[in-house]
């Protein structure tokens, strides 16, 4: 390997150059790139930079989080609810370690997000040298694309090359660690887009025949079943997927994270798939006899036992990274591309359907689902709050208009399950890493990207406190997010299967929690706590009515459990309803 | 037969760029597929570098793996090989004490049966390099052995293959 780098990319334009510091050229680049906001945390490595964005800042708006990774997860939130990149930056060493759960929560969840890391001076490197860490080999197994920049003169060309690779095809982050000596350094700054990079083909090319055989599939299938992810969303083919489904008249599942890419009331839209998802179409999974995936992955938690998972199915896959066809589930038919492009060209292909009896499975079964869980989460009848009553008057208040930022845990399952979602992008979520302490720096970038959207941030007591510093941005920057914790003294998730499966043990998962209300104070949120189902709605008329960030904590009942539910293992047709 | 272990040798096609090696690694590491040899050069095309590498395991392993290689931004291409599809060589060095050179002319016999080759010698030692297949460089390692081998270091496994490797034609269709 030869020591100088070579970036092959493909450019386009051609400005003049300029003699400007390597820090000038960082943020010069951030401005080309149509970066409005970043979020970070400065520290000795990356004060160059810092001094630049202080120059600058009326024309790019940098956030002070109050730790690296809060700043992580603000990206990621702007970066889900647009359509733009998430960037964060930090320092070298604890700051750059940091970011690393943000950076791989973004990767699993194929989130476009550039991170911006100080390093020490390059003659320091390989030394221990204070604050130093290998941040390009620590966070190389969950970047999608990361380099490390020792001379000025490489910046505009790696940056360039970042935002192309972070936003392009799947989307991911992409981490650039700059040394200290090429902050300050000199150099002839152009800056030219990337507009290929030789190695690295966004879009696969869609094999000729495979549309046609999918459509034949479909077009034969009496009982065809579509499972979408967010595949759908990254790749803005809200409109052509509802199209597809319209005509073929197919019942339609959503994994999380494709989630509100078609509301919630459609009605071919049948729920949610996985541990925690609808009866129906998991139990349903294993009676159809075509499987139409569409940019989802087959992920663990949606499949439960691969060796049971649809076998009766002929399995058709949509997707744009190839290493996800075959990984978990054997394809029939896989159809690479763009969820746009494919679905565009699919819809002429496909036959005007309805499987009016097909469907009528789903309506019996989401009665059993109802009458057994639904009913007992959104109309209870015993004394103690549920959460997915929470849930409910929420889209009451909001009329399913917000988009609700939620954390990990019991919370997370009922918020997706009961939200109803009339856009797209509103249902943002830690999904494949199940992050703690997502939701609440997420919220903050998320009303920051769509500040005309109501954003609604729901937790558990369990991860609100695991970020729970970035009220303290959410104070300082104003942002009125409206956060809402449903507190049940428990790490529930936990609990649940403590319960379940480890004969009650509740190690470690009971939570002495402080007084939420007096610490939202404390930053100077307005906050309220309801503890009683007859304040319930007026507390969240209040905050919804409320123009600033506002606190909610509703205290539900303690040991209310999570179901549907399909147990580690188990097929999803063995999915459990108590 | 698609979960039977194999030997498979893997070819990469990739940018000549820093860290890569790293991303290649980590991706048999996370998967506990241990690498039985591995070799970095430049390829038959400028600027674009190749790894050989050996790995033992099954065949749907394998194309599980090949995918998330080339998915890794600087990977051009990669393919995998079974044994009967390429043509592969190893080098080793043997470092051996000079005395024995002359001492033991059964030494004299095998390597020249061996087909190695005398790099060196010195009142000290003497150095055999021999290039060949897996086999015969633990043959030659056996025979050696016997008498005392002072050093001894292989190379990992640079292969082509038999059948036309499409590369050069795939890159010139990626130039935009």
Known sequence: MKETQTIQNEVEDTKTTERIPGSEAVVRCLLEEGVEVLYGYPGGAIMPVYDELFKYQDKIHHVLSRHEQGAAHAAQGYARISDKVGVAIATSGPGATNLITGIADAQIDSTPMVCITGQVGSHLLGSDAFQETDIVGISTPVTKWNHQITKASEIPEVFAKAFYIAKSGRPGPVLIDITKDAQFEEFDFKYEKCKGVRSYKPVPSTEENSLKTAAELINNAKKPLIVWGQGVILGKAEEEFKAVIEKAGIPSAWTILGASAIPTSHPLNVGMVGMHGNYAPNVLTNECDVLIAIGMRFDDRVTGNLATYAKQAKIVHFEIDPAEVDKNVKTDVAVLGDAKASLKDLLPLLNANSHNEWHQKFKDLYKIEYDKVIKNDLHPTKEGLTMGEVLKEINIQTKGEAAIVSDVGQHQMIACRYAEFNKTKSNITSGGLGTMGFALPAAIGAKMAAPDREVVMIAGDGGYQMNIQELGTIFQQKVPVKIVVLNNEFLGMVRQWQQLFFDKRYASTEMVNPDFVAIAKGYHIDAKKVSERKDLKAAIKEMIDCNDPYFLEVRVEKEDNVFPMIPTGASVSDIRLE | ?176
């Open chain 2, 1 to 176: 037969m698609e979960n039977e272990k194999k030997q498979y040798t893997v070819s990469i096609y990739t940018e000549n760029n820093i860290g890569l090696l790293n991303r290649i690694s980590a991706i048999f590491q996370r998967r506990h597929m241990n690498v039985e040899s591995l070799n970095t050069s430049p390829s038959e095309i400028a600027g674009v570098s190749r790894f050989t590498l050996v790995v033992n395991i099954t065949e749907s392993q394998m194309k599980k793996v090949i995918g998330q290689i080339e998915k890794q931004v600087e990977v051009i291409k990669a393919y995998y090989h079974t044994e009967d599809e390429i043509i592969y060589q190893e080098s080793c060095l043997f470092k051996i004490k000079s005395e024995l050179l002359f001492d033991e002319r059964q030494i004299q016999n095998i390597i020249k049966e061996s087909n190695a080759r005398i790099v060196t010698v010195n009142k000290d030692f003497f150095a055999i390099e021999k290039s060949g297949r897996k086999e015969e460089i633990d043959l030659l390692y056996r025979e050696l052995n016997a008498f005392g081998i002072m050093q001894f270091t292989r190379s990992g496994r640079v292969a082509v293959t038999k059948e036309e490797m499409r590369i050069s034609t795939m890159l010139e269709a990626f130039q935009h």
